[in-house]
């Protein structure tokens, strides 16, 4: 897992991950545009998923993970919390779902702050848990996920 800012991010990218150059106009463009214009742009070969949802309470969200991708998570306006764990600290609660590349859990982790300007990379090996309110009220959500090829 990386956490960081987009801005640290696009400087180290080319270091250490193979094909970043792909990603690399992208996240320029994320650095500058809103999430309409992104999702109204040509992605090129980058798939590109588009969320928008209300935050939730840690409780009513499963960890999960994929098995075919990494996720480039990068929430363009409101601000969640998304929790991380190592997946053999996890509880399996569904059998891997091949069509939907998804897996779900339970268990607690280490909660990392998401908003504007960050950035969250997820391993195949990395459970994780989006979409959880950072206070005490719902948090209305617009986010990209990239979804890089294991």
């Not at 463009?29 to 999702?39: D, W």
């Not at 109204?40 to 098995?67: C, I, M, Q, W």
């Not at 009220?137 to 996920?145: M, N, Q």
């Amino acid at each position: 897992m990386i956490y960081d800012s987009i801005d640290n991010f696009v400087m180290y990218a080319p270091k250490i991950m193979p094909g970043s150059e792909k990603l690399l106009p992208f996240l320029e463009a994320v650095r500058s545009g809103s999430f309409e214009e992104i999702k109204n742009s040509d992605p090129g070969l980058l798939d590109l998923r588009f969320g928008e949802y209300e935050t939730r309470k840690a409780e009513e969200v499963p960890f999960e993970s994929h098995r075919k991708f990494w996720d480039l998570q990068i929430v363009m306006e409101g601000e969640e919390l998304v929790g991380y764990s190592p997946l053999e600290a996890l509880s399996e609660t569904s059998e891997y779902d091949p069509v939907c590349d998804i897996t779900f859990y339970s268990g607690s982790g280490q909660m990392f702050r998401l908003g504007k300007g960050m950035m969250m990379l997820l391993s195949p090996f990395d459970g994780h848990q989006p979409g959880v309110s950072s206070g005490k009220t719902p948090s209305r959500i617009r986010k990209i996920v990239v979804k890089l090829p294991w």
